[in-house]
């Protein structure tokens, strides 16, 4: 595998551009963070401050510089304004895997956003860095998501997948190979 993240990829899709993260996102990151809908199938403590999401950026900025994880904010090609963000963490080197995670403004639900930066993001990680799997953690109840990972091949794991997670009450794993 190619870890190494530098110069940060810009992916830009049909209707999408993913970009590096930046102060100037620090309050439409903490509006989106802080949202009730976004959050109600995740388990994280609320991002309500501008400088705690100054401190967020700043994290995810040091993890992109050690090769520990990709994260980008997503735009709408016409305004370079944060709608929700995308990102590839937990890589495990040896087993060319990584977990996607993402996350996107409720206002731009159900119009075909969000599978397209997954699908974009889940190629870039195949074809550029040379990961063979991708496994998605959810929510069972998170039907929305479910949907945008159907749309793009994920299958959901089961027993007899390497990914099945039981610790984790309610939570599912689908995985892209």
């Not at 996350?103 to 195949?126: D, I, K, R, Y």
Request: aromatic letters at 8%; charged letters at 20%.
């Amino acid at each position: 595998m190619q870890l190494n993240f530098a110069p940060f990829p810009t992916i830009t899709t049909e209707r999408l551009v993913l970009r590096m993260l930046t102060d100037k996102d620090a309050v439409p990151l903490s509006l989106l963070r802080s949202n009730e809908e976004v959050n109600k199938y995740i388990d994280r403590p609320k991002q309500t401050t501008v400088p705690g999401a100054v401190a967020f950026i700043d994290n995810i900025l040091k993890r992109i510089n050690n090769n520990e994880s990709m994260y980008w904010a997503i735009t709408l090609k016409e305004s370079d304004v944060l709608i929700g963000t995308i990102c590839l963490w937990n890589i495990v080197a040896a087993q060319e895997l990584a977990e996607i995670g993402y996350e996107l403004h409720p206002g731009f639900h159900n119009n075909g956003l969000m599978t397209e930066a997954v699908s974009a993001v889940t190629e870039w990680g195949m074809r550029t860095i040379g990961l063979k799997t991708i496994v998605a953690l959810l929510n069972e109840e998170n039907v929305q998501s479910v949907k945008v990972l159907f749309k793009n091949n994920f299958k959901l794991a089961t027993d007899n997948d390497e990914f099945s997670v039981r610790d984790l009450e309610g939570t599912i794993v689908y995985f892209l190979k």
